[in-house]
């Protein structure tokens, strides 16, 4: 059977479509690009907090050892370090906020419309090397709806690795596609796809989300497509979570990756 030729690469956009380009010259976050709570209305502001530091152009996102688990009420121990480009809730005891990733949850803590960058269609991009988790733990790039309506909640995923996924020589499987959620007009259609290269190095992860369809490469190799595509504006969720285990075994901390770029550009 002859070969299956690879998918062409991605050409790039042209430079004045760009419209998101995350400021990483430090020594402080850009809080006019990031929201550094992770889905504070389930939680709280001060218990969803990120961590993280910012110079020379790279950002490392962190979990540290004695960070709290962000929602012991929801999510158990997990812990997040997450960076959003908006947030929105009803009020407190209400149902209404943004990724609703279990039954039952309550808004804990009220959050004003924020809405910093809200892209709807067009390229993001990230440029990352996932050099710093281990077994527990996950880097990820996603996007989520706003949820204006319930239905709006789909998630495309960027790029997710988990440590465990990591192979001594650096090879991953890469988490990509997309969960609709509460959207009845996507169906789940996720992946990990086998990557050679090694992902502590910096690679460039990146999807193309036209009305018709989103299409997802690696360093401008098509690696995805879904023929889908959510039909209103979405955020940015960056993250680094960790799953501490059970005594005991032990994690490794700070669980981190390394961020050397996030693009948005608009659609042509």
């Known amino acids: 059977m002859p070969a299956v030729p690879p998918a062409p690469p991605v050409p790039p956009p042209p430079p004045d479509m760009l419209e998101f380009d995350a ?4 020594p402080e976050l850009d809080l006019e690009q990031w929201i550094p709570h992770y889905l504070p209305q389930w939680s709280s502001r001060e218990r969803t907090r990120a961590r993280y530091d910012v110079a020379d152009g790279i950002l490392r996102l962190r ?5 709290p688990a962000w929602s012991a009420e929801y999510d158990g121990t997990t812990q997040v370090s997450n960076l959003q480009t908006a947030v929105r809730s009803g009020a407190v005891g209400s149902s209404i906020g943004q990724h609703p990733f279990r039954e039952g949850l309550v808004v804990r803590e009220a959050q004003g419309d924020r809405r910093l960058y809200t892209p709807h269609f067009g390229r993001i991009e990230i440029v990352a090397a996932i050099d710093g988790i281990d077994e527990h733990a996950m880097a990820a790039l996603w996007l989520i709806g ?10 495309i995923c960027v790029f997710e690795v988990f440590g465990r996924d990591i192979a ?3 090879s991953a499987l890469v988490g990509m596609g997309m969960h609709p959620f509460n959207d009845p007009t996507i169906t789940d259609d996720f992946e990990q796809v086998a990557f050679h290269d090694d992902v502590r190095e910096p690679h460039t992860y990146t999807v193309d989300w036209r009305p018709e369809e989103v299409v997802f490469s690696i360093d401008g190799l098509v690696r995805k497509r879904v023929a889908q595509s959510p039909q209103y504006p979405m955020q940015l969720m960056l993250d680094v979570f960790a799953f501490p285990p059970e005594p005991p075994a032990t994690a490794s901390y700070p669980q981190s990756f390394a961020v050397h770029a996030v693009r948005g550009y608009r659609a042509g």
């Open 63 to 67: 979990v540290d050892a004695d960070q």
């Open 23 to 26: 400021d990483l010259s430090g």
């Open 168 to 170: 001594d020589d650096g």
């Open 146 to 155: 706003l949820e204006e309506e319930p239905e709006q909640s789909a998630e």
